[in-house]
């Protein structure tokens, strides 16, 4: 197999073809601590694109809670069992990687769920496994945490989707970095469901075809973000294009935020598939848990984040604030701005005013309270 460079791990690893980087590399961070789990990107998403036939159970935006969370049932427990040894020397990749662990005659290590598994997204997962008695508490040896994960396709630099593919039929768009599945080419074999480790494709029963998220591609070539971004209440999520390291700018939103100051990281990148969605981890969760699912870097991200360093508040203000995806910001004086081919998208205050109301308007001499 080739060797391609791996910037997440901090070494080489080998995948099934040569590196062949896209023009631009679509990305998106996502901020968890402010997703509220309500949902509407996942229903954004799927009246959109995945409402039809055969696709009653199909999620290409799922939200779950961690750490018992999960769509389809244990997808990240199966592979990081499977994987075994994930050690990191510092910040380089000391174990397998999905395509190294890979067993004999197979691209990728991974594994097909039952069709159960998917059937039964977020079932449960926010409740007690046992009744609580009255006046009882439930008492456990360590803090007591949860947090939400929002997923979609990652669009990976190294998709094991694609390296797994008999039909080549899973493509990467040089133009964007958008991986996508050709439904004419696609025959249902579903070896990209079992290589994928974050299990994004989804096989259509109705239509013998695997199908995936799509980046809001239409969208996305007009500028504007994807249905999950331009909906996202709590206003967690942004798009733009990442460049690789060596080339951070420091003005691109991506850049800034995963490369320059390295608060928003890769989810399970020791697998090696170099995924481009970001994730801002929660700052109340244990950080051994945290490390599993994001990698070395998530004491410094937490730090980073808690610093409310100004030009991060300003660039996090502009989250959910136009629904284009965005390739510049600027944060001068009290304002942050998002632009596009260096056309200003929108500007907004980065402290928003606070504005108290007086119980007695003097002038008008009535008193001013909420009636229900
Ligand atoms: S719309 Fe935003 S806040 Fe709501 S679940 Fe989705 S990611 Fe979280
Ligand atoms: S997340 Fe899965 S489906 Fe998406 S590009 Fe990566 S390997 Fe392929």
């Known amino acids: 197999m080739p060797e391609v460079p791996n910037w997440q791990l901090k070494r080489d690893m080998a995948y099934k073809y040569e590196a062949k980087p896209p023009k631009r590399q679509i990305a998106y961070v996502f901020d968890t601590n402010k997703c509220i789990a309500c949902q509407t990107c996942t229903v954004a998403c799927k009246t959109t694109w995945t409402s039809g036939e055969g696709q009653e159970h199909m999620f290409w935006n799922n939200v779950e809670s961690k750490p018992f969370g999960f769509y389809p049932l244990a997808y990240d427990v199966k592979i990081l ?15 397998d990687t999905i395509f190294e662990a890979a067993p004999e005659g197979e691209e990728v290590l991974g594994y097909t769920p039952d069709p159960d598994d998917w059937s039964r997204p977020n079932l449960g997962e926010d409740e007690v496994n046992a009744p609580v008695d009255a006046n009882k508490n439930m008492s456990v040896p360590h803090d007591r945490w949860m947090f939400y994960l929002a997923r979609i396709c990652n669009h990976c630099s190294y998709p094991a989707c694609l390296a797994a593919c008999p039909r080549n039929a899973i493509y990467k768009r040089p133009e964007d970095g958008i991986v996508l599945i050709d439904q004419a080419r696609c025959r249902g074999y579903q070896k990209c469901v079992a290589a994928c480790p974050y299990k994004k494709p989804m096989f259509n029963p109705n239509t013998g075809r695997s199908e995936k998220c799509i980046a809001c591609y239409p969208l996305i070539e007009k500028g504007i973000a994807p249905r999950c971004v331009q909906t996202c209440i709590g206003k967690i999520r942004m798009t733009g294009f990442i460049n690789p390291p060596e080339k951070a700018d420091a003005n691109n939103p991506m850049d800034y935020l995963v490369h320059v100051q390295r608060a928003a ?4 990148p020791q697998l090696g598939t170099l995924p481009n969605v970001y994730y801002i981890p929660p700052i109340h969760v244990d950080t051994d848990y945290l490390s599993q ?3 070395p870097g998530v004491k410094h991200a937490v730090a980073t984040y808690k610093a409310q360093d100004p030009k991060t508040v300003g660039l996090l203000s502009l989250f959910g604030s136009t629904d284009h995806w ?12 998002a632009y596009q081919n260096g056309k200003e998208l929108v500007r907004v205050p980065v402290t928003e005013p606070v504005v108290f109301r007086v119980l007695k308007d003097e002038k008008l001499d009535i008193i001013r309270h909420s009636v229900t």
């Open 81 to 95: 069992e499977k994987l075994a040894r994930q050690t990191w020397d510092g910040e380089q990749y000391a174990g």
């Open 265 to 268: 990281l890769p989810l399970m």
């Open 293 to 295: 699912m994001f990698g």
């Open 326 to 337: 965005v390739d510049r910001f600027t944060v001068e004086n009290g304002e942050a701005a």
